[in-house]
T-cell receptor
Framework: GENVEQHPSTLSVQEGDSAVIKCTYSDSASNYFPWYKQELGKGPQLIIDIRSNVGEKKDQRIAVTLNKTAKHFSLHITETQPEDSAVYFCAAKTGTASKLTFGTGTRLQVTL | GAGVSQSPSNKVTEKGKDVELRCDPISGHTALYWYRQSLGQGLEFLIYFQGNSAPDKSGLPSDRFSAERTGGSVSTLTIQRTQQEDSAVYLC???????????FGDGTRLSIL
């Protein structure tokens, strides 16, 4: 089955700096890659997603890049703000499976 | 409702008791998913519903776990004879159809004493 690895497990950046979180996946049939933000006591919130026919997608300060050859994808957050502090999860899904397979999460802390 | 609604938000029960967790998906969403999140861990898939049918039950950890969905809407996850290792946050998600983005509720935090 699919396996998703996520790095780093924790990340601390100063406000205004950029943050990058990386994930690798094992199943070359995976074709959908969402990113979720989870705040304490809340459920995961979808922040951006990308499909395998696209190499990059941006939404304001957030971008995701996908390298199908290397089977990795990354989340980029620019101009970080304290409210970006949360746990971020990457996930992957194949076309034949209904489920998302998640990485183990990255705890991002944005310091003033 | 505006989002996925789960109840109760917290449940504490004794080992050996049965529990029922409820999920009310976003209106009009035909696909519904249950995941489990253990302390400090990622999310683990349990079961997927399309309408009232469950074509993928591959994540249910044992026969103590079951789920149903009625009227293509509300779903109930039942855990029988609870064990301490069942302690986790149980998350429900829904999507318009199977290939569309999944949106999560805030989960039920289950604690087994």
């Amino acid at each position: 089955g699919e396996n998703v690895e996520q790095h780093p497990s924790t990340l601390s950046v100063q406000e205004g700096d950029s943050a990058v979180i990386k994930c690798t996946y094992s199943d070359s049939a995976s074709n959908y890659f969402p990113w979720y933000k989870q705040e304490l006591g809340k459920g995961p919130q979808l922040i951006i997603d990308i499909r395998s026919n696209v190499g990059e997608k941006k939404d304001q300060r957030i971008a995701v890049t996908l390298n199908k050859t290397a089977k990795h994808f990354s989340l980029h957050i620019t101009e970080t703000q304290p409210e970006d502090s949360a746990v971020y999860f990457c996930a992957a899904k194949t076309g034949t499976a209904s489920k998302l397979t998640f990485g183990t999460g990255t705890r991002l802390q944005v310091t003033l | 409702g505006a989002g996925v609604s789960q109840s109760p938000s917290n449940k504490v029960t004794e080992k050996g008791k049965d529990v029922e967790l409820r999920c009310d998906p976003i209106s009009g969403h035909t696909a519904l998913y249950w995941y489990r999140q253990s302390l400090g861990q990622g999310l683990e898939f349990l079961i997927y519903f399309q309408g009232n049918s469950a074509p993928d039950k591959s994540g249910l950890p044992s026969d103590r776990f079951s789920a149903e969905r009625t009227g293509g809407s509300v779903s109930t996850l039942t855990i029988q004879r609870t064990q301490q290792e069942d302690s986790a946050v149980y998350l429900c998600a829904s999507s318009f159809v199977e290939d569309q983005p999944q949106h999560f509720g805030d989960g039920t935090r289950l604690s087994i004493l």
